[in-house]
């Protein structure tokens, strides 16, 4: 006899009686989507431009994806915020940006309605919506989407991955990581990666790893069962980390500089048909110095950054082949409607020159060229945070200008491949119509036959701001049917209305041009001077890459074009226009835990994320261990924070007790105790104490005097030059080891502590042990 069954919330159709004998079951239906009801797979590269494709007219091999776009639809006119966390909250929810309160990278939220990093519940995510219509959802790799300070064990968890409609997740919750050593969470904990570089560990080959075996783990059980893959991988964000064989298939291949790079992908792009026949090359940045006037080294050192680039784009190419292949070979990828898209242009974090380590750009301290040269052969390795030069970031986005952080169409327009057999007749087509990551979400749902659900989880839902543009799936000619969008993104402005452009580029053009750097604030009176003259207008119909402004001559739509993005910026919650950097990167956030000034921490507890640590640089402070040693010793980390390229570590070894400071992977300073650490239980502290102010603008932080003491006697101390002043990225914080990489070289991680460690205490409150002796030699030395 079949089951009976019944929608939940329907009347129970059987038959209840005195005893079971007498009564007929029925059971509530389970949530089924209807038979041959698509998968659906987003692909989320990171910082990938527009010219890097080989679909899109790049010399970088990326065959996978290219063969998406040869079966499939390549778009050239869709349009992303211009950075990250704002624009994967739009691909996810189909809300404009600042609706999503992200106006910017989750780091720089601030408190305004816009910006402020909580997604609000009615905009309710994809995942959220297809998990009602019966699909498994999946997330993997890189998340950035919630307020750093939620990242930590003490959550909430409501904002994670599993809490915003996603059966399982595997990846990162923050911007970036280490692709050799990752920040690693699985559903909602935080677990350590499977294996080590010297083990041929890398993220995206393990994120493809975990993606196949989600999918595989419910089909095996539920075989008709579609699901949603949001995949999102680190890559080509910063770090550009590959295994060096990949990096080296691509040496010499750049030998001839970004001009010759832009003016060979310019003219594949026409014949591939990806910009129109007629579209001019944008100018050479002003920002970018020319390839000829560079040095013999700095030209050596630039290549080999763009071949580690290029190797790290098609070793991630391969590994999503990988996945696509298993889609075949489980007969799932002719209905898997897949989308894949960056999240903006490519990115400038890396300076003029490039650097091994990204830390660095934001913690204002480039490297000299000569430094980095010293470091070549370890570009993209596991001892390295690199990143490659503007002149490289400039050209990825050919043929536009400018790039990442920019609402120009070097940062906002970029990569988009529509790939469905069972769904489109087309097979390798451009499609030109405008659009919008906002219009991913209504896209799906339209093509799946779903309304907006009204409510989620009883919260009541916002109106989509995206429109559907599968009417173009298979029709060139169809219209457009998004026609105004607005953007913003750190006090960079546009808006493109029916093929205008409106830009009001903050700080200026150029950073040469505006002779102020990114950053810089935005003040009422530099508001009205921008509106009323720094507005530029171009006609995108006639002008694909934002060659000639044309502001002068059309005064009256520009005006027009001005007022509309003052209403949309009032419709979702634009304003007030913020274009502070280093201010914002630092604002005090509400914290789960009240402001306190000590901390205490244990070992064997999980690496605390940056935006939860006690903020030790440019101040006073002490870090205290009650620690017991065998009779014999001891030795490991007691604290630390940060890694091989940037942080400091409280450890013991030989027996002695140890501080290190390691400045931006440029320097390391370091203090040992003067004797032995004998048996027993002891107080074992470090104390920093500032001797001068910090000079961020020139990337230096607070110096001071690093003191060490057993027992509350001073047993060693020493001047720091320097230290680092706004940022250790990575900047976890671990208790009784230093998992990953190491600060130090003194030490093979994780180095976790061999004797008995009660606690450790960090102490922000500037108190100090008063020592009379050490006082005395203090005083005597600044005579």
């Given amino acids: 006899m079949a089951t009976k069954e019944y929608k939940q919330g329907t009347v129970f159709p059987g038959v209840i009686g005195r005893t079971a004998e007498e009564s007929t079951p029925a059971w509530p239906q389970p949530m089924r989507a209807v038979p041959g009801t698509p998968n659906v797979l987003f692909i989320a590269l990171d910082d990938t431009g527009f010219g890097q494709l080989g679909c899109y007219g790049s010399p970088i091999e990326t065959p996978h994806m290219d063969g998406l776009a040869a079966n499939g639809l390549l778009y050239n006119n869709m349009h992303t915020t211009a950075l990250c966390s704002p624009s994967r909250s739009c691909i996810i929810t189909g809300r404009n940006h600042h609706t999503n309160a992200m106006a910017c990278v989750t780091e720089f939220a601030t408190g305004y309605p816009g910006y402020h990093g909580r997604i609000p519940f009615e905009n309710g995510f994809i995942s959220e919506m297809l998990l009602q219509q019966g ?37 990162f919750l923050g911007g970036d990581t280490s692709q050799w050593y990752p920040d690693l969470v699985y559903d909602n904990h935080q677990v350590d990666p499977p294996a080590t570089p010297e083990e041929g560990y890398h993220l995206t080959p393990d994120l493809v790893d975990k993606a196949i075996s989600f999918i595989a783990d419910a089909k095996q059980v539920a075989p008709d069962k579609p699901f949603f893959l949001n995949f999102c991988t680190g890559a080509t964000h910063a770090p550009h980390h590959v295994p060096r064989e990949w990096a080296d298939r691509y040496r010499g291949s750049f030998d001839d500089g970004w001009d010759a790079y832009r003016e060979a992908t310019f003219d594949r792009q026409k014949r591939l048909g990806v910009v129109p026949a007629d579209a001019r090359l944008s100018r050479h940045d002003p920002d970018v110095p020319e390839w000829s006037s560079l040095s013999p080294d700095a030209r050596r050192l630039a290549t080999r950054m763009m071949e580690v680039y290029a190797g790290f784009l098609t070793h991630t190419d391969h590994h999503i082949g990988r996945l696509l292949q298993f889609l075949k070979d489980t007969g ?24 091994t380590n990204e830390g660095q750009f934001f913690n204002n301290a480039p490297e000299p060229v000569e430094d980095s040269l010293m470091s070549i052969d370890e570009i993209g390795g596991p001892n390295t945070f690199n990143h490659y030069p503007w002149g490289w970031t400039w050209a990825g986005n050919t043929p536009f200008k400018r790039w990442k952080r920019e ?78 969008q607005y953007f913003e993104m750190l006090g960079h402005r546009a808006i493109d209305h029916d093929g205008w452009r409106a830009v009001c580029p903050w700080p200026g053009p150029s950073f040469h041009e505006a002779s102020r750097p990114f950053g810089a604030p935005i003040t009422a009176d530099e508001l009205g001077k921008l509106d009323a003259h720094h507005w530029e207008l171009y006609h995108i119909d006639e002008d694909f890459a934002e060659t000639q402004d044309v502001a002068a001559d059309n005064r009256g739509k520009l005006i027009e074009m001005i007022s ?100 931006v992977r440029r320097a390391l300073y370091s203090v040992s105790s003067t004797e032995d650490v004998p048996g027993g239980r002891h107080e074992l502290r470090f104390e920093f104490e500032p001797t001068g102010e910090p000079d961020i603008a020139h990337g230096k932080g607070m110096p001071g005097r690093a003191q060490l003491y057993i027992d509350r006697r001073p047993v060693g101390e020493t001047d720091l030059p320097v230290t680092t002043p706004l940022m250790f990225n990575p900047g976890g914080m671990t208790c009784g080891a230093n998992p990953g990489s190491a600060v130090t070289d003194d030490y093979e991680p994780p180095f976790r502590f061999n004797g008995t460690l009660h606690t450790v205490t960090v102490d922000l409150s500037g108190e100090s042990i008063t020592d009379h002796e050490s006082e005395m030699r203090m005083h005597m030395a600044r005579q």
Wanted: a negative charge.
């Fill in 564 to 663: 509309m993005w003052y209403v949309q910026a009032g419709k979702y919650d634009v304003l007030p226009i913020d274009s502070s950097g280093v201010q914002r990167a630092v604002v005090e956030r509400p914290q789960v835990s009240a402001p306190r000034t000590g901390y205490v921490f244990r070992p064997g507890t999980q690496t605390l994320p940056m935006a939860v640590v006690p903020r030790v640089l440019n101040r006073p402070f002490s870090v205290t261990a009650d620690v017991e040693i065998p009779s014999d010793g001891a030795e490991g980390v007691l604290i630390c924070q940060g890694t091989n390229v940037g942080g400091w570590t409280f450890y013991m070894k030989d027996r002695r007790l140890h501080y290190a400071h390691n400045y």
């Fill in 407 to 484: 609402t120009y169409r070097g940062g906002a327009s970029d990569p988009f491949v529509v790939h469905w057999p069972r769904g489109i007749k087309a097979r390798g087509e451009v499609r030109e119509q405008y659009a919008h990551i906002i219009d991913m979400v209504p896209t799906v749902l339209d093509v799946l036959g779903f309304e907006p659900p009204a409510t989620i989880k009883g919260v009541p839902q916002s109106p989509l701001h995206g429109v559907s543009f599968a009417h173009t799936f298979d029709d060139a000619a169809a219209p457009t049917a998004h026609r105004t």
């Fill in 135 to 171: 699909y498994n959802t999946y997330m993997v790799g890189k998340w950035h989407l919630m307020p750093s300070e939620d990242e930590s064990a003490a959550g909430p968890y409501d904002r994670w991955p599993l809490g915003r409609g996603f059966d399982r997740f595997y990846g």
């Fill in 332 to 355: 799932e990828f002719d209905n898997t409607l897949i989308m894949l898209v960056s999240d903006n242009g490519a990115s400038a974090e890396g300076g003029v020159t490039g650097t």
